[in-house]
């Protein structure tokens, strides 16, 4: 697989905006576009409600396996719009029934690639979330179909396009903090100590299991799973590497004018969690709780930590990362905003604060969710669409491939194949369980 350029060309249309006035393009009404949600959880109504109110969308349907999420979201959604979408748990007839023009995927991280390569072929443009897949496979699957059809895909990266981490990137390449030769990415804090087991319990009444595991290996349903759980069982997602260090990662990738990394090593484990526990009774999450991995880089190394213990006030930013340069060091954080240490000590710290457009949960998806209606309408590349997303996704699944493997793997980011390592390629994609099908590119 060889992902071309192109993107890079006509994106960032709206970056360091955090105001775009409405409607977006020209003089009249502006249009709204039949849209439909798949995945009715947090932040699926997160990205919905920034939907309703860009004033572009007509919400004709939701979708999601369990009835009490999807029945709170079309009460929020006839209050906030008076829409009256139609409900399904299965996203497949909701695409024949509904032909929304626009789909919005917010899934569990095992059902993004389906979804997404579906609403595709059905003509819709798609949001879908990150990382933009499982395994690598099923992202290669997603930027093929992306790439078949004339549709735009926006994933759900906003800190491409959130006003503090655009100033910063800035900051970064004026060459104000010198030659970079190392970048850290981290992840750290929590209370720690020894996970207990919750027991296994009856499916809540209302949820389709069978269908919220789909194509992954069909667990005991566990109150831990969902909703938000899933993160931390590796059959559904990939951990706090695949959960946060994606947007992490994507800053470097955003930053370094290469491509890839020439070879990724992580290891990691569950020395304070303890032991997984998955029986017919009960379960604990299964991925790490602490983890490194390496990113080796043509001229610099990257690396990645993430602690779920020892939080504490003893290191200054807790979420990030650092850019190390000659001319000293510059933090890219989360609501700190971003700092510039300038060595020696003598000068000032430089600031640039935060903006969020949504203040709680700490996100510019008001802007993105804009980004992506102009690529709409205007046939460009959004900031954070397919090609960028999967290139920035597979580097957190690379390194929990490593970490499954045991090993360091050479990777050929032209081909996208591990080179001479042919268990490890076994390992860019997984067998779907029956009847579904994996997609492959
Ligand atoms: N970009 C960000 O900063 C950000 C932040 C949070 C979450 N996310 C992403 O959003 C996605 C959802 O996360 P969440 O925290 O809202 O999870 P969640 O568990 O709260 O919600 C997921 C919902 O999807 C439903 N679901 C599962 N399988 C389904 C299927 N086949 N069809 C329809 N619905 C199905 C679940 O029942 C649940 O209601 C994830 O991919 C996550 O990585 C992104």
Redo the contacts with the bound molecule.
């Keep these: 697989m060889k992902t071309g350029r192109r993107t890079f060309i006509k994106t960032a249309s709206l970056a360091g905006a955090s105001f775009i006035p409405m409607p977006l393009l020209g003089a009249g009404p502006a249009k709204r576009y039949r849209t439909a949600l798949?995945?009715?959880?947090?932040?699926?109504?997160?990205?919905l409600r920034e939907a309703m109110a860009a004033g572009q969308s007509k919400v004709v349907g939701l979708?999601?396996?369990?009835r009490?999420?999807?029945q709170v979201t079309a009460d929020e959604v006839e209050g906030a719009s008076g829409d009256q979408p139609q409900l399904?748990?299965?996203?497949r007839e909701m695409l024949a029934k509904v032909r929304p023009e626009i789909v919005i995927?917010?899934?569990?991280?095992?059902?993004?690639a389906?979804?997404c390569i579906d609403a595709l072929k059905s003509g819709a443009h798609v949001f879908?979330?990150?990382?933009t897949s499982h395994t690598i496979g099923e992202s290669q699957a997603m930027l093929a179909a992306a790439e078949a059809g004339d549709r735009i895909v926006q994933?759900?990266?906003?800190?491409r396009i959130g006003p503090h981490h655009v100033s910063g990137m800035e900051f970064l390449r004026s060459g104000k903090v010198g030659e970079i030769g190392m970048v850290r990415m981290f992840v750290t804090g929590g209370a720690g100590g020894k996970e207990t087991p919750s027991p296994n319990s009856r499916v809540p009444t209302g949820?389709?299991w069978d269908?919220?595991?789909?194509p992954a290996p069909k667990r005991a349903y566990n109150r831990k799973l969902?909703?938000?759980?899933?993160?931390n069982f590796l059959d559904y997602?990939n951990g706090t590497l695949?959960?946060w260090g994606?947007?992490w990662l994507d800053q470097v990738l955003w930053w370094t004018d290469e491509r890839y990394p020439k070879s990724v090593y992580s290891t990691g484990g569950r020395p304070i969690l303890g032991a997984a526990v998955a029986t017919e009774t009960e379960s604990t999450t299964d991925a790490p709780d602490s983890q490194v991995a390496v990113y080796e880089f043509e001229s610099f190394t990257a690396t990645w930590e993430h602690r779920k213990f020892a939080g504490n006030q003893s290191e200054k930013h807790r979420i990030g990362a650092y850019f190390y340069g000659t001319k000293g060091v510059f933090h890219m954080g989360w609501r700190d905003g971003w700092t510039f240490y300038p060595k020696g000590n003598s000068d000032s710290p430089v600031h640039g604060n935060p903006d969020f457009s949504d203040k709680k949960?700490g996100?510019n998806?008001k802007q993105l969710w804009q980004d992506f209606l102009i690529g709409i309408e205007r046939r460009t590349q959004p900031v954070a669409n397919l090609e960028v997303a999967h290139r920035s996704s597979v580097l957190p699944l690379l390194g929990m491939l490593s970490y499954k493997l045991g090993r360091s793997v050479r990777w050929d980011g032209d081909r996208e194949q591990i080179i001479g390592d042919s268990e490890a390629n076994a390992l860019l994609r997984r067998d779907y369980r029956t009847p579904w099908v994996y997609p492959d590119a």
């Design positions: 798949i995945g009715c959880g947090w932040w699926g109504t997160n990205i979708c999601d396996v369990y009490r999420p999807l399904f748990d299965d996203y995927i917010a899934t569990p991280d095992h059902w993004h389906m979804p879908v979330e990150k990382p994933v759900g990266l906003h800190r949820m389709n269908l919220w595991c789909g969902s909703p938000g759980g899933w993160r997602a695949g959960d994606v947007h949960d996100n998806l």
